[in-house]
């Protein structure tokens, strides 16, 4: 008697002549080719399903075996299901019977898999397994597959977490394995230890230790760089599995060092998080986000070999938070002007300050300002700006002498870290040395032991030898190089120098070889912030310095401001200039006395000229029997109707008058120039050129130069041509 298979005992009343015409599907799922290799039984099971096709009536040769489309990665993730291949590959007005060992996996989602039965009942196609043989036109067959199709998405949903929880656990426990970074390997045991290679420990060490103490990632790297530190790294796959392979440094290694808690010996697990809408198609790495510390599934700081304390972990976290470019960071120093750079604070609204810069004949001169208001929340104008070279001036007298007393210490200090960064390198170069010592011995050895009758094996292996000793003979004379330019210990001559600049700090300050970057570093190691504060309109500020450690100290400075009546003693100097004109004295001795009593003027310049002291004069209404240049002498070349002096037009428009030449040099105005001394400017401008002027100061500054998102590509030519003639 012949035992029958389930399927054997299914009735063929559902197979029709119609849908044997048609092919045989049969799928076979495989996640991986590795699986492929390793797990034989879906291969075994495709000739059975192929022996219950024909129990059905259909040939061998209408049969079709598909499978997923694994891809180059091999990986599931991006491999096409059955049902997707059915529907572009093959068409389902071609299938009769789909053939499978489970049918709901032929879809991995219910979305999938009543599409599946829908296309399946409109071209008249059957499904089939080892239970039976289902036609989805069939009201009871399509409720079966149905509760099939939920079942088995119920079943991969609870074995997913099962396997989860299973890890879960085991990492609680610190028992799973995870990804070890530089400097680690794994034992066959199971256990994490350190690199047993010296080298590999001592340029791990030299990574953290250098980031301690240039603070950012770039100066690191470029320190490697320069000095030729090379990182050792574990091959994690191939034919090389396990061997140290030596590469050149590069960002993003870095800062998975300084972000990786295991080199603080914490146990971590679930620090990323998969965000499904930020996956990319056909990229199953993609889409993982890093979540924050008390977010870690699991946390056990203490069970692994580490290299740095908890604390230097935590420390060297908050400087890359710090050294990032954001309003609410300080950010790295960089190599601009500006000395307080992320560290000065609006002393109204307690946000940041940013960092302008003015183009000179001389260069560029900073300038602090806090607009946060005007663009967050339209405010009508910014909180306040000033000019940095005086902020700057001020706070560096405080730092360096704040370093006066430490003068001494600084020598000392200095003279050590140089030796200690010449030790740390000639330690590496020792090992280099040795290693290449030991790759020679090794090329000898294997040499000398090959028989002399295999020529073929002893050529090459001479070969070998031969670049060994090459390579280590490229490699002493590059250190004897690098010795002679740098010994491993400090001259006498060496030591002298460090001790004399560091006794002269503000020598060393000045200094043409101290550059910008190193100044804001010195800066930034003694002062946590700075709040400035502007007294209403006038020149001084209020400045609050908060030094390392929380201590506080506050003085006052002045800034440059645009007109004589924003100084806070104008009222005084008005005074003393009505009393001065009373008794007789001409502007030139105005001007020397005010000078040599305190004032001066509001662009911060050392003296008050007789020019400017006759103008604020006749602005008082003290008028000088000396021509001045606002008064119009007798000449023919005088304004005209409709032309003003340009003080006069100033006055008029409530501008400064630097402003108005600015708008002359630019030809936003009808300007013409006196032929004879004193040549003095004449500005043409009827009623209507006088309202536009004024609806042009009153627009904000930029605006004519400024590149709007509404306008299209060339319009950018098109505001230059407008602000070289406004009439256009």
Known sequence: MTALMPWEQVSRSKVTDRAIARLAVIYIRQSSRQQVLDHQESTRLQYALVDRAVALGWSADRVMVIDEDLGKSGSSAVARTGFQRLVTEIGMDHVGLVLGIEMSRLARAGRDWYQLMELCAISGALLADTDGVYDPGEYNDRLLLGLKGTLAEAELHLIKQRMQAGRLNKARRGELAVPLPIGYLRRPSGEAVLDPDE?????????????????????????????????????????DKGELEWRRPNRMTLQCMLHSPVYAGIYAYGRRRVEARRQQPGRPSTGRVVRAEDDWLVFIPGILPAYITEDHYRANLAQLAANASRSDARGSPRAGSALLSGLARCGLCGRRMAVGYHVRERGTVPEYRCARLAGDYGAAAPCQSLSGACIDAFVTAAVLQALAPAAIEVSLRAAEQVQADRAALEQIWAQRLERAAITVDRARRCYRLAEPENRLVVRQLEKDWEQALADQQHLTEEHDRVLAARPRILTDAERHTIATLAQDIPGLWTAPTTTDKDRKQIVRALVEDITLTVLGTSERVTVTITWAGGRTSSGESVRPVARLDQLSYYPQLVERLRALHAAGRTPTQIARQVDAEGFRPPKRNEHFGPAGIGNLLRRLGCHTTTPQPDQAPTSPDAPGEHEWWLADLARALDMPAITLYTWIQRDWVTSRRQAEPPRRWIIKADPDDLAELRERRNRPHGYYTRLRWTDPPEAERDNQVHAANPHI
Do not use: N, S
């Open 199 to 239: 080298q590999v420990q001592t340029v791990v060490r030299l990574v953290f230790a250098k980031f301690a103490e240039l603070t950012t990632l770039h100066a690191v790297l470029r320190w490697l760089v320069d000095h030729g530190v090379e990182l050792g790294v574990r091959l994690r796959g191939g034919p």
